[in-house]
C-alpha cells in the first residue's frame, strides 16, 4: 500500500519569499512521485514528476522538487513566490506513472504582498 | 500538451436524477480512466479506474450500481450517478492516461443535488 502524508493545511507566504511545501510518502515498490496544483473549481495541472533518474526534478512556473530516498521525501520548493501561485497544492505517489495515484491532503498555499 | 476535457462542468438537479458526466481525451488515446471525487477543502478520493472495453476496477467502499461507469472508447469514459441524492453532491473529475505517460486531469463536474 501507498500513502502521502503532506505537512502543513495552509501555507502563507509574502511574494517573493520561497516557497516550500513538505510531502512525505510511504511505498514498498520505488515510487513514483508527483506534485499537481489546483485553482478553484479546476481540474489538477501536473507541475512535476519524479520516476527514475535524477533527485531533482524541475517543473513548470519554476517549481522544482527532490526526491530523498532517505526521508521518504519529496518536498515542493520556488525560490521566489508569486501571487499566481496561490492555489491547492497536492503531492502523490503511483506505483508506476499510468498507474492509479494516491493523493495527500493537499496544501493550500496563501501568498501575500 | 495532452487535453482532457470533462463535460458538463457543473449540474444542479433534484433528487432522484440520474446524471451522466463525460470525460475526453481530446488529442490522445487514453487506455486507462480514473474518476476521483472531492469533497469541500479535501483531497481526491479514486472511485474507480478503468481499462477501454473491459468493466471498471471499483475502489473499495464504492457503490458499482451506484456510479456506473462505461469506457467504449479510447477517447471516452462516462460516469453515471444513478438516482442521485443529496449526499452524492460532490466535485468529480476524471483523469486519462496513456502507457507511462502521467495521467492529464479534466477540469471537473460539480455536481449539486437539491
Known amino acids: 500500500a501507498q500513502s502521502v502524508t503532506q505537512l502543513g493545511s495552509h501555507v502563507s507566504v509574502s511574494e517573493g519569499a520561497l516557497v516550500l511545501l513538505r510531502c512525505n510518502y510511504s511505498s514498498s515498490v520505488p515510487p513514483y512521485l508527483f506534485w499537481y496544483v489546483q485553482y478553484p473549481n479546476q481540474g489538477l495541472q501536473l507541475l512535476l514528476k519524479y520516476t527514475t533518474g535524477a533527485t531533482l526534478v524541475k517543473g513548470i512556473n519554476g517549481f522544482e522538487a527532490e526526491f530523498k530516498k532517505s526521508e521518504t521525501s519529496f518536498h515542493l520548493t520556488k525560490p521566489s513566490a508569486h501571487m499566481s501561485d496561490a492555489a491547492e497544492y497536492f503531492c502523490a505517489v503511483s506505483d508506476g506513472t499510468a498507474s492509479k495515484l494516491t493523493f495527500g491532503t493537499g496544501t493550500r498555499l496563501q501568498v501575500t504582498l | 500538451g495532452a487535453v482532457v476535457s470533462q463535460h458538463p462542468s457543473r449540474v444542479i438537479c433534484k433528487s432522484g436524477t440520474s446524471v451522466k458526466i463525460e470525460c475526453r481525451s481530446l488529442?490522445?488515446?487514453?487506455?486507462?480512466m480514473f474518476w476521483y471525487r472531492q469533497f469541500p477543502k479535501q483531497s481526491l478520493m479514486l472511485m474507480a479506474t478503468s481499462n477501454e472495453g473491459s468493466k471498471a476496477t471499483y475502489e473499495q467502499g464504492v457503490e458499482k450500481d451506484k456510479f456506473l461507469i462505461n469506457h467504449a472508447s479510447l477517447t471516452l469514459s462516462t460516469l453515471t450517478v444513478t438516482s442521485a441524492h443529496p449526499e452524492d453532491s460532490s466535485f468529480y473529475i476524471c483523469s486519462a492516461g496513456q502507457g507511462p505517460q502521467p495521467q492529464h486531469f479534466g477540469d471537473g463536474t460539480r455536481l449539486s443535488i437539491l
Open positions: 488529442d490522445f488515446q487514453a487506455t486507462t
